[in-house]
Structures are given as C-alpha cells and as structure tokens.
C-alpha cells in the first residue's frame, strides 16, 4: 500500500467516512450485469445452500437446496443455475462485429490478418466478495466433468443436461478472473475496495455490509459505527443482522435456524415416503412443502440484504466516470469470451483437471502482463493513482520552461528537441533513462540528458525521441511547448510481453515433452458411496 | 470457570503474534477468552457449525476404522515407501485419567514403540506436553505414527478437500503451524527416550479427495513453521514476569462486573492488528481500544511499519498537514509529500482537467 493510500484511510478514520482511492472507475461495468449471490454448507466441499441470481435487482430468482447433502436435489439446483445462466451468456454469444486477428499462417509460416468475428458485448458475473469468485470455480470443477445420461447413458447418478457446459462457463470466468483487470467476473469488495479507501484494515473490507457502510454510511452516523454494527449487531434470537455476504454462512444461523429446518425437512421426506395410502400422502406433501418453503424463506432471509447491498455498490461505481483505457481492458474480455464461445461450439472436451507446461506459462505470462498493464493504465487513468507512482519515484509531473531545437547527428538529420521541466517530485533517473509521457493516447518516448543545475534544482532536461513525423520539422503539436505542464513516467505505457512460448507439440523434456495422441478426455469423477454421507 | 487448556491452534496464534503479553497471560492462567470476551461486552464470533462439525468427525472416524489401516497405507505410501508395508499395526490404548496421565501414558506408549522397532504403531489421539512461557500445555494431535525404522511422524487429519492434489494454500498453511506445535511437543518427548527417535520434518496430512469422502494425503514439510514457532516460543514473554507486573489481586473472572474486569484486561498491554480477528477471542475488545486511542496499528501492521514513530492517527495527520513533527524526519516529510500530491491529485479531480493526458 502506498503512503497515499495510507493517508486516505487515516483521513477516512478522522472523517468517519470513506475516501476516494481513485478519482475514476478502472473497472467496466455491464448495464446488465448478472448477479449471484450464492451460500454453501459449511464444511463440505462445493455443496450449495441456495443462491439468489439474476439480471432484475427486484426480481431475483431464489434456488434453495432444502437437503445439502442430497446429489438429486444438487443438481436440481445446479440445473436451476444452468437455466438462469446459459440463456443470460447466449443472449451475448449471437451479437457479434468483424474484427481482425493475426493468425500464424500454417503454410508460409508468416503472420497473417485474419477476418474474425468479435462478440459486440459480453457477459458480466458480480459476486459479493473474494471467496465468491473461489466458489464460482469449484461448482465449475466439481460441474465440468459430469456426464449427462445423452452422452454416456451408462454413467451411473447422470447429470441434467446442460450442467456440464455451465461448469464449463463458470471454469471460464473463474479463470478469467484471475487476469488482473478483467472484467468477466468482478467480487463487489474487490472493486469497492479498489475505489475507496476506508477507515479499517484490508482485511476487514472483505465484509461486504461493513465496507458500504463506510462508504454510504446511514444518515447522521459515523462509517466506524455503521461497520461494527454491520459486523457484529445481532437480533435477540442471536442471529447477525447483516449476515456474511457468503458463500459461508454464519454458525449460529446453521446450528439454530438452518439445522432444525433441515431436519424437518428430513422428518417430512421419510413421513412421506412411509404413507400408507394416497390420502395420508397427500397430507404428508403438504408437510414436506411446508418444511421445504421454510428452508427457502431461510436461504432468502440470508441472501436478500447481500443482493440488495451488492446492487448498492454497482450504484456507487456507477457514479464514477469510466477511466478512458477501461473500454481497451474490456475488449479483451470480450475476445476471451468469443474465444471460449468457439471452443464450445467447436465441442472441445471440458477445461483439463490440470494444465499442460505450456498452457500453464502461458496463463502466467498473460497474467504478469496484464498485471503491467493495469498498473500503467491505471496511473494514465487517474492522477490519484499517478500521484502514487510520482511519490514513489516513478513519474514526475512539471511545467516545461524552456525548449530548445537541436537535432540528431546523421546523413539526414531528424528533429531532437531538448525540452527543459521544471518539478517538485523526485524521479529515479538514471543516465539516458527513458521517460514516456502520452500524447495523443500513444506514448512519445524522451531520453534523460541531465540536471540543469544539479539533481537538487529540480529542473531537467529531456530529449524528445519520436513521434514527431518523418520531416525535418516536427509535426506540429509533436513537441512540448514552454509553458505546457506534463507528466512523464518512467514506466512503458504498453508493456511488452516476454519471448514466445513454444507450441505445445515443441515442448522441452523438461516440461514434460510434447503431449502425446490426441489426449483422451477426461474421465468424471469417480462417484463413490461416500458423497452422500 | 473451569481453566482451558492451552490447544495447538491457540500456540500457533500466540506465536504468530508473540509480543502480546494479554494473550499469553490469559492463555496461560487457562482463561476462558470466549466468556471473558462476553463478559466485557465484545463478545467473539468464533463457532463452528454443526454441519462442518459433524462432517469433520465423521471424516475422521472414516481415516481412523479398521484399526487405521488406510491412515497407515497413506502414511506408507506418503512417507516411507522404502519400509515393509503396515500389515500389522500396533494401536496402543491410551486412555488414562487427566492431561497428565494421558501424557505419561502416550510416553509410555512411544518408548514401548521404540523398544520394539520393525513394526508401525499408530497412536491414535495421543496427548503431549509442552512447556510454553514456563507453564505446560497440552497438546492432542490426532495421530502420531511410528515408522518401523523408529521415526515419528505427525498426522493431522483435516476436512477440506484436497481438489486434484492441490487444497486451499490458507488451510494448509494454518494446518502446518498447528502440526509444528505437535512436532515441538514430540520432539520434546524424543530427547528423553535413549537413543533419541527422529521425528518427522513431513507430517501427513490428510484430507477428503476432491468431491468425496475418500481420504488422501500429501507429505508437508513444516520445517520452517517449525522454525518459526520453536523461535517465537522461546521469545513469549515469561508469564511470571508478566503477572509479577500485575497490580495485586487481579483477577479476569468472567463473573466480574463489566468495569472492574475491563480494569482487569487494560492492565495487560495488548499487541492488537487485524490479523487476531481471525485468531484471539478478545479481538474485537481489543480492536475498540486500539481504535479508541487511534492506533494505526488498527489499520494493519504495513501502515504501522510506514510511518515511523508515527503512531496514532491525529498524529499523522497533524504531521501531514504540517501542523506537527519534524520536516527533517523522513517519514514526516515522506508524508508531506503524499498529502500534498494526493490533494493535488483530488483538486485536479474535482476540476476535471487532468494533469496528464
């Protein structure tokens, strides 16, 4: 964290309210999000509870699971999911725009443009907080291998159809997630966290209720209050007036609301299937819904408050202006999408358990690379955010007081103007450091000639080394003038990625060598008795 | 009030954070924190829920039937391939009364084991001591297993899943520090057996495979937990020393009145952060006093560790906005700096030109 960002919480500590941690929104945002608000049993793995999902903030669909541990009513609820979810991601999936993709050419070997279709928008996946994102991928693990009874009428416990492809979809955003600046998938924390700076650690802004109320607090109260009330205020039952934002679910709900609604349910289910004749069956229904609707009620009461509070912080982010390279960021999203789009419609087999070597590196490299992005355009984005990276060292920000044209030392002389600036900060220069500043949207390089009177001065004199047209004379508006206040940085405004990886079938010995046959795919998880405890 | 025992979970607490003497002195008179932390109207939210609960024993009981047979097929094939394969197993009774018998008892049982090598013995819920600020605590780890070639290993059975060979990297991680303490305990015991046994470096754990209930394991090295721990434990403050600093006749029961026992806790100096949220009882009694008096500790440790001398949050301030502190001192101007840049950065904002485009 940096000093300013520190400073931001301490002021937000003194104020009662949070402060603003960037000054525009570095995150795309759909006008039609879908939202999914999901809880889980506690200590079992990828075992759902229910969910609130949907595009309607007052209409949310409610999937309540009434017995957990119950693999038929586990799937009715993932098959539930499925129908929500795969109708919301087609509807993104058919608008589509040309676009253009270089493709190494099979034959010449040369890189080639190729005419591709591009999806125009796509879909967008906000969860409450960080463990949400977690819970997106296991249901995508623990769904993506299944077999459906049309593709392997063998298959012992046969999933509905369409679950597979969800978990297949939710693998994908799950991984998408892990891209730093994408947008396919977003935990409400995270983004508000990244927006505002409040009052209370970091790892106290994971609680989705405390984190709003520092930012929003209620009329006439102080954030600090509000989040310990969200926190910690409990009814007289002893139940968390603001439950967790999940997936897990606070233990005195379990063990006093949750598990005798269970149980009833489960005294009902035997009752039911214990009747004797149809008269008796009808009344013991009649008790099994009853049991069942409660269970709902309780998985409502719990997801209700998340839904609306996660509906509140796309108000507040919405209020930002949008930073002007969050569309760029977005556009790769989207080709992440319509690639994911074609290898499902090409009927590749699901996401492997594990990645090969050099799907692994590259997944990496991406990641890194867009790390350096983000952090670049971020700063190119927000003067906050470039505020940091100047007291750091690594920009600087200055009125130019002087220019002075010389050129360069060839056959063709090229224009290399030295520009004199003047600043306060305190940038990490080296001898013919390179320094960038933006100028229309590309970066236009500088070269770090020296102090005019000595580092403590604060005046610098830079090199121009491009961008100013092929002529004699620079293009005009190419060069600084004097008077004109700047900001350079020291980093590169588009961040180059590594060498190449090798293509799969080049892979060294030591990863593992190139992968042999066409991989058969991969087997479901072997279901034994013990998934139903 | 009955005393509470000091657990493996609360050692690798107090060690991660070992300069707070409220913690130790607490944990080590045996305090009840959960019903103190009610008591003083801060109440915990710690609580497991029956669900993980009964999964948990269940899961156990499953790695444990058949005498531990599967535990020790994982433990062969984790740890020690090179060994004979475990068809017999000694599984000694440890039952006796009180902590003191069951570790004289589980003692017993480990030299028995080192008497007669050449076989696997599984100690199932054996009960160690260890000395920790000059009092002992017992410890219950939920295996010890005996390698036939004499070396001890720790087993700690846990109910995540372990999802294609990888678990989430927190768990594992709070489930090494928990097994460290188990490793200290045994080695403890080790040193008086003659010759010494060796005790593992690789403990097992073992946890559900993927979806299912189906046991599997992985060997984790926990020599730096172990590291870490022995290093943190030597430097807890001596609990007599601390309680020697106590004015006379305090006492922290939770029958006290609200005021008298919040006297009682404030005469202990605590070393509150965020991370004890997740791992002390009394935290948020704690964290209501750190903010109080303005710590910025209450931020999180890095904060603290930027600012200097710096310690409460109007002093900050008042340094950053030049009312205070010495322009000299680096983090005061450090500050100077960030407050000036970011109200530059937010009047910029605000007037909506930007600075760099």
Same mark, same amino acid.
């Given at each position: 964290?940096?000093?300013?960002?520190?400073?931001?919480?301490?002021?937000?500590?003194?104020?009662?309210?949070?402060?603003?941690?960037?000054?525009?929104?570095?995150?795309?945002?759909?006008?039609?999000?879908?939202?999914?608000?999901?809880?889980?049993?506690?200590?079992?793995?990828?075992?759902?509870?229910?969910?609130?999902?949907?595009?309607?903030?007052?209409?949310?669909?409610?999937?309540?699971?009434?017995?957990?541990?119950?693999?038929?009513?586990?799937?009715?609820?993932?098959?539930?999911?499925?129908?929500?979810?795969?109708?919301?991601?087609?509807?993104?999936?058919?608008?589509?725009?040309?676009?253009?993709?270089?493709?190494?050419?099979?034959?010449?070997?040369?890189?080639?443009?190729?005419?591709?279709?591009?999806?125009?928008?796509?879909?967008?996946?906000?969860?409450?907080?960080?463990?949400?994102?977690?819970?997106?991928?296991?249901?995508?693990?623990?769904?993506?291998?299944?077999?459906?009874?049309?593709?392997?009428?063998?298959?012992?416990?046969? &999933?509905?159809?369409?679950?597979?492809?969800?978990?297949?979809?939710?693998?994908?955003?799950?991984?998408?997630?892990?891209?730093?600046?994408?947008?396919?998938?977003? &935990?409400?924390?995270?983004?508000?966290?990244?927006?505002?700076?409040?009052?209370?650690?970091?790892?106290?802004?994971?609680?989705?209720?405390?984190?709003?109320?520092?930012?929003?607090?209620?009329?006439?109260?102080?954030?600090?209050?509000?989040?310990?009330?969200?926190?910690?205020?409990?009814?007289?039952?002893?139940?968390?007036?603001?439950? !967790?934002?999940?997936?897990?679910?606070?233990?005195?709900?379990?063990?006093?609301?949750?598990?005798?609604?269970?149980?009833?349910?489960?005294?009902?289910?035997? &009752?039911?299937?214990?009747?004797?004749?149809?008269?008796?069956?009808?009344?013991?229904?009649?008790?099994?819904?009853?049991?069942?609707?409660?269970?709902?009620?309780?998985?409502?009461?719990?997801?209700?408050?998340?839904?609306?509070?996660?509906?509140?912080?796309?108000?507040?982010?919405?209020?930002?202006?949008?930073?002007?390279?969050?569309?760029?960021?977005?556009?790769?999203?989207?080709?992440?999408?319509?690639?994911?789009?074609?290898?499902?419609?090409?009927?590749?087999?699901?996401?492997?358990?594990?990645?090969?070597?050099?799907?692994?590196?590259?997944?990496?490299?991406?990641?890194?690379?867009?790390?350096?992005?983000?952090?670049?355009?971020?700063?190119?984005?927000?003067?906050?955010?470039?505020?940091?990276?100047?007291?750091?060292?690594?920009?600087?920000?200055?009125?130019?007081?002087?220019?002075?044209?010389?050129?360069?030392?060839?056959?063709?002389?090229?224009?290399?103007?030295?520009?004199?600036?003047?600043?306060?900060?305190?940038?990490?220069?080296?001898?013919?450091?390179? &320094?960038?500043?933006?100028?229309?949207?590309k970066p236009q390089t500088v070269e770090f000639v020296g102090y005019e009177d000595g580092p403590e001065g604060g005046l610098?004199?830079?090199?121009?080394?491009?961008?100013?047209?092929?002529?004699?004379?620079?293009? !005009?508006?190419?060069?600084?003038?004097?008077?004109?206040?700047?900001?350079?940085?020291?980093?590169?405004?588009? $961040?180059?990625?590594?060498?190449?990886?090798?293509?799969?079938?080049?892979?060294?010995?030591?990863?593992?060598?190139?992968?042999?046959?066409? $991989?058969?795919?991969?087997?479901?998880?072997?279901?034994?008795?013990?998934?139903?405890? | 009030?009955?005393?509470?025992?000091?657990?493996?979970?609360? +050692?690798?607490? +107090?060690?991660?954070?070992?300069?707070?003497?409220?913690?130790?002195?607490?944990?080590?008179?045996?305090?009840?924190?959960?019903?103190?932390?009610?008591?003083?109207?801060?109440?915990?939210?710690?609580?497991?829920?029956?669900?993980?609960?009964?999964?948990?024993?269940?899961?156990?009981?499953?790695?444990?039937?058949?005498?531990?047979?599967?535990?020790?097929?994982?433990?062969?094939?984790?740890?020690?391939?090179?060994?004979?394969?475990?068809?017999?197993?000694?599984?000694?009774?440890?039952?006796?009364?009180?902590?003191?018998?069951?570790?004289?008892?589980?003692?017993?049982?480990?030299?028995?084991?080192?008497?007669?090598?050449?076989?696997?013995?599984?100690?199932?819920?054996?009960?160690?001591?260890?000395?920790?600020?000059?009092?002992?605590?017992?410890?219950?780890?939920?295996?010890?297993?005996?390698?036939?070639?004499?070396?001890?290993?720790?087993?700690?059975?846990?109910?995540?899943?372990?999802?294609?060979?990888?678990?989430?990297?927190?768990?594992?991680?709070?489930?090494?520090?928990?097994?460290?303490?188990?490793?200290?305990?045994?080695?403890?015991?080790?040193?008086?057996?003659?010759?010494?046994?060796?005790?593992?470096?690789?403990?097992?754990?073992?946890?559900?495979?993927?979806?299912?209930?189906?046991?599997?394991?992985?060997?984790?090295?926990?020599?730096?937990?172990?590291?870490?721990?022995? #290093?943190?434990?030597?430097?807890?403050?001596?609990?007599?020393?601390?309680?020697?600093?106590?004015?006379?006749?305090?006492?922290?029961?939770?029958?006290?009145?609200?005021?008298?026992?919040? #006297?009682?806790?404030?005469?202990?100096?605590?070393?509150?952060?965020?991370?004890?949220?997740?791992?002390?009882?009394?935290?948020?009694?704690?964290?209501?006093?750190?903010?109080?008096?303005?710590?910025?500790?209450s931020l999180g440790r890095p904060v603290r560790a930027e600012l200097g001398g710096l310690t409460t949050v109007e002093d900050?301030?008042?340094?950053?906005?030049?009312?205070?502190?010495?322009?000299?001192?680096?983090?005061?101007?450090?500050?100077?700096?960030?407050?000036?840049?970011?109200?530059?950065?937010?009047?910029?904002?605000?007037?909506?030109?930007?600075?760099?485009?």
């Amino acid at each position: 964290m940096s000093l300013i960002a520190t400073l931001a919480r301490l002021e937000a500590v003194s104020t009662g309210r949070a402060q603003p941690a960037a000054t525009v929104r570095h995150r795309h945002l759909s006008t039609r999000p879908l939202v999914f608000v999901p809880l889980i049993t506690a200590g079992e793995a990828g075992a759902p509870l229910g969910a609130l999902v949907g595009t309607d903030r007052d209409a949310p669909r409610l999937l309540a699971v009434p017995q957990p541990r119950d693999r038929d009513l586990r799937f009715a609820f993932l098959a539930e999911l499925a129908d929500v979810v795969l109708p919301y991601i087609d509807g993104f999936a058919d608008v589509v725009e040309p676009a253009e993709r270089s493709e190494t050419d099979p034959e010449t070997g040369k890189r080639v443009k190729v005419e591709v279709e591009l999806c125009a928008d796509a879909p967008q996946l906000i969860v409450p907080s960080r463990a949400g994102i977690d819970l997106v991928r296991l249901l995508g693990r623990s769904t993506r291998f299944r077999r459906t009874a049309e593709q392997d009428p063998e298959t012992p416990f046969p &999933a509905p159809p369409r679950v597979p492809l969800l978990g297949r979809w939710l693998t994908h955003f799950g991984e998408r997630a892990r891209v730093p600046g994408s947008s396919l998938l977003l &935990a409400m924390t995270d983004v508000l966290g990244r927006h505002w700076a409040t009052g209370q650690s970091s790892l106290e802004d994971q609680h989705l209720g405390a984190l709003l109320a520092w930012i929003a607090p209620p009329e006439g109260r102080s954030g600090a209050e509000a989040a310990q009330e969200a926190e910690l205020a409990r009814d007289a039952a002893g139940q968390l007036l603001c439950p !967790p934002a999940g997936p897990a679910t606070d233990p005195a709900f379990d063990n006093r609301l949750l598990a005798p609604a269970i149980e009833r349910y489960d005294r009902a289910r035997t &009752a039911l299937a214990a009747a004797e004749d149809g008269l008796e069956a009808d009344d013991r229904l009649g008790a099994l819904t009853a049991a069942e609707r409660e269970i709902r009620a309780l998985v409502a009461s719990r997801t209700r408050p998340t839904w609306d509070a996660v509906w509140q912080g796309l108000d507040l982010l919405r209020e930002l202006p949008e930073g002007s390279r969050v569309e760029e960021r977005w556009t790769r999203d989207r080709w992440s999408f319509t690639g994911h789009r074609d290898r499902v419609a090409s009927g590749e087999p699901p996401q492997p358990r594990r990645d090969d070597a050099v799907t692994a590196a590259n997944k990496l490299a991406t990641r890194e690379r867009e790390q350096s992005r983000l952090e670049a355009q971020e700063a190119l984005d927000d003067p906050l955010v470039m505020a940091a990276r100047r007291l750091s060292g690594e920009a600087f920000a200055g009125e130019v007081v002087d220019v002075v044209m010389a050129y360069s030392e060839s056959k063709r002389p090229s224009p290399r103007p030295l520009v004199t600036v003047r600043t306060d900060d305190g940038p990490h220069l080296g001898e013919r450091a390179r &320094a960038y500043r933006s100028l229309g949207g590309k970066p236009q390089t500088v070269e770090f000639v020296g102090y005019e009177d000595g580092p403590e001065g604060g005046l610098l004199v830079l090199r121009v080394l491009d961008r100013m047209g092929r002529g004699k004379e620079p293009e !005009p508006g190419s060069v600084p003038e004097k008077g004109d206040r700047l900001c350079f940085t020291l980093f590169e405004h588009e $961040p180059r990625g590594g060498a190449k990886l090798p293509d799969p079938e080049e892979t060294p010995w030591t990863h593992g060598g190139p992968p042999g046959e066409e $991989p058969a795919p991969e087997p479901a998880d072997q279901v034994t008795e013990e998934d139903i405890l | 009030m009955p005393a509470k025992a000091l657990d493996a979970r609360a +050692l690798a607490a +107090l060690a991660a954070n070992p300069g707070c003497r409220r913690r130790a002195i607490l944990d080590g008179a045996g305090v009840n924190k959960a019903a103190l932390a009610g008591a003083l109207g801060s109440p915990s939210a710690f609580g497991q829920s029956q669900f993980a609960l009964v999964r948990g024993n269940a899961f156990e009981a499953k790695v444990k039937a058949d005498g531990g047979t599967e535990l020790l097929r994982l433990a062969h094939e984790k740890l020690d391939r090179g060994s004979e394969p475990p068809a017999e197993a000694r599984v000694p009774d440890l039952t006796a009364q009180g902590p003191q018998g069951r570790t004289a008892r589980t003692e017993l049982a480990l030299r028995e084991a080192a008497g007669a090598p050449g076989a696997w013995t599984l100690l199932d819920h054996p009960m160690l001591a260890l000395d920790v600020a000059g009092s002992p605590a017992f410890l219950e780890p939920d295996a010890v297993v005996v390698h036939p070639d004499g070396s001890w290993t720790v087993v700690e059975i846990k109910s995540f899943p372990l999802l294609d060979g990888a678990a989430d990297p927190a768990k594992v991680g709070a489930a090494a520090r928990q097994a460290a303490v188990y490793v200290l305990a045994l080695e403890q015991v080790a040193a008086r057996v003659e010759p010494a046994p060796r005790v593992r470096h690789r403990i097992l754990l073992v946890c559900p495979k993927d979806f299912s209930n189906l046991p599997t394991a992985s060997a984790v090295d926990v020599r730096k937990q172990r590291a870490v721990t022995a #290093r943190q434990l030597a430097r807890l403050t001596r609990i007599e020393e601390i309680a020697d600093a106590l004015p006379e006749g305090t006492c922290f029961s939770p029958d006290l009145p609200a005021e008298q026992l919040t #006297r009682a806790v404030e005469a202990v100096p605590a070393a509150y952060a965020p991370e004890c949220l997740s791992a002390c009882e009394l935290a948020f009694h704690c964290r209501d006093r750190s903010r109080a008096e303005g710590a910025v500790t209450s931020l999180g440790r890095p904060v603290r560790a930027e600012l200097g001398g710096l310690t409460t949050v109007e002093d900050v301030l008042a340094a950053a906005r030049g009312e205070a502190g010495d322009p000299d001192d680096p983090a005061v101007a450090a500050l100077r700096r960030a407050a000036a840049l970011r109200a530059e950065a937010l009047g910029t904002a605000s007037r909506e030109v930007a600075p760099c485009p």
